[in-house]
Nanobody
């Protein structure tokens, strides 16, 4: 089935930046698109971004477009999410998964991002 381990979250002030990483194992990473979701307190989990197998095609939700950038390193089985100009509404647990707009694996533990002054 595989495993997804996200890291890189933390506490950051509004306007700051973070870079999330998600290391995948147990499947052929380069064969699949990868995505990032987030879940804020009291809200449903939502799609943030996805990237195709070769890092050529990306998608971003309207909420993060122009501020976040998804990328991947197939040699290291890792997908990244560079987050700039963070705002309090970006506070959430961030999860990576395999696929386009829907998850196709069990969720990992996620990484907490808190944006606060």
């Amino acid at each position: 089935q595989g495993e997804l381990v996200a890291s890189g979250g933390g506490l950051v002030q509004p306007g700051g930046s973070l870079r999330l990483s998600c290391r995948a194992s147990g499947f052929t990473f380069s064969n699949y698109p990868m995505n990032w979701f987030r879940q804020a307190p009291g809200k449903e989990r939502e799609l943030v971004a996805y990237v195709d197998r070769t890092d050529d095609i990306t998608y971003y939700s309207d909420a993060v477009k122009g501020r976040f950038a998804i990328s991947r390193n197939n040699a290291e089985s890792t997908v990244y999410l560079q987050m700039n100009s963070l705002q309090p509404e970006d506070t959430a647990v961030y999860y990576c998964n395999r696929g386009w707009t829907v998850p196709t694996m069990s969720w990992g533990q996620g990484t907490q991002v808190t944006v606060s002054s």
